[in-house]
């Protein structure tokens, strides 16, 4: 067995070390473990060697009181294939259990085969499939919204919505085919949990819940972005419903939409005929 301890913060240079290359573009863990050290609602584990030094790391968070996330599954490149990750996991899902949740979650690519056999291992399955849609808007379009490269607005209306629509929206959702898809999860960034009618109610309050024309959204600025961790449409307004989302991430100044999209074919469609780029991913679960 591998000694397993609780990640400090004179633990960073080396994990920012072996995490680097962990993708073609670098990778966040060294910019974000520091906020990951402080923050109550979660915790870093780290895998040492015979002289303390972290070899791999893993973080799980609560989403809700029941409910945990577990990502940032990092193995130094010379430690690979020792079983370490599945340490971790046992350690993430323990943790999480002894907080008070029943089930734990995580996000995989598509692409990544490795990752998919390692954490059907630990005993989590598949549940539900989703598509990172994402789009440039507005200046950094290369698809202008409009003639001549200017925008035009497309004919679907979007208003905010009162707390007061949110039981219609859910009980929509509920019975509808991406409830169903979706396995009841929405995204907020890149993890997953149970979406409940109080997540509605929540959102006309931050001002970021969306009536799309007959559909709703949930619509929030980062960054440079606007994302969309839920939607409620139907098959034949699928098209108007994401023309009035890339509308509304224009009318905001931002340069890239981004939003995540439930399995489902006549959705995803739409996505890539209004300009979206789509990948593919699988969120994983494990009772605890």
């Known amino acids: ?15 920012a070390a072996f995490t680097e290359r962990t993708f073609d573009w670098g990778d966040y863990v060294a910019d974000l473990l520091p906020g990951w050290l402080d923050a109550s609602d979660g915790a870093v584990f780290v ?11 893993a973080r799980g968070t609560l989403l809700s009181p029941t409910e945990a996330w ?22 993430l899902t323990g943790w999480a259990s002894e907080r008070g949740a029943d089930v734990g979650r995580l996000l995989i690519e598509d692409w990544n085969e490795a990752s998919h056999r390692q954490v059907a291992k630990t005993g989590m399955r598949p549940v539900a499939r989703f598509h990172r ?3 440039a808007v507005g200046e950094a379009s290369v698809r202008p919204e409009g003639n001549g490269g200017r925008r035009v607005a497309r004919p679907v ?31 907020r960034g890149w993890s997953f949990r149970r979406l409940r009618d109080h997540d509605l109610v929540g959102a006309a309050k931050e001002e970021t819940f969306w009536e799309i024309g007959s559909g709703w959204a949930i619509v929030r600025p ?21 023309w009035g989302l890339v509308d509304l991430a224009t009318e905001t100044g931002r340069e890239e939409l981004v939003v995540w999209l439930p399995d489902e074919r006549w959705l995803t469609r739409a996505a890539q005929q209004v300009g979206f780029e789509t990948r593919g991913m699988q969120v994983y679960t494990i009772e605890l």
Not at 47 to 57: F, G, L, Q, S
Not at 160 to 180: Q, Y
Not at 182 to 187: G, P, Q
């Open 70 to 91: 577990f990502h940032a599954a990092r193995v130094h490149p010379d430690h690979r294939g020792k079983g370490i990750a599945g340490e971790l996991a046992l350690v």
């Open 222 to 242: 980062s960054g440079a972005s606007v994302e969309v961790g839920w939607v409620e449409t139907r098959p034949d307004e699928a098209f108007g419903f994401l």
């Open 133 to 135: 849609a994402e789009r």
């Open 47 to 57: 895998a040492v060697d015979d002289h303390d030094v972290p070899i791999a790391m």
């Open 1 to 15: 067995m591998t000694e397993i301890r609780r990640a400090r913060p004179e633990d960073i240079p080396t994990i």
């Open 157 to 187: 209306r979007t208003r905010l919505a009162r707390s007061a629509e949110a039981p219609a929206a859910f009980a929509s959702w509920s019975v509808g085919p991406l409830a169903r898809r979706a396995r009841n999860l929405f995204a």
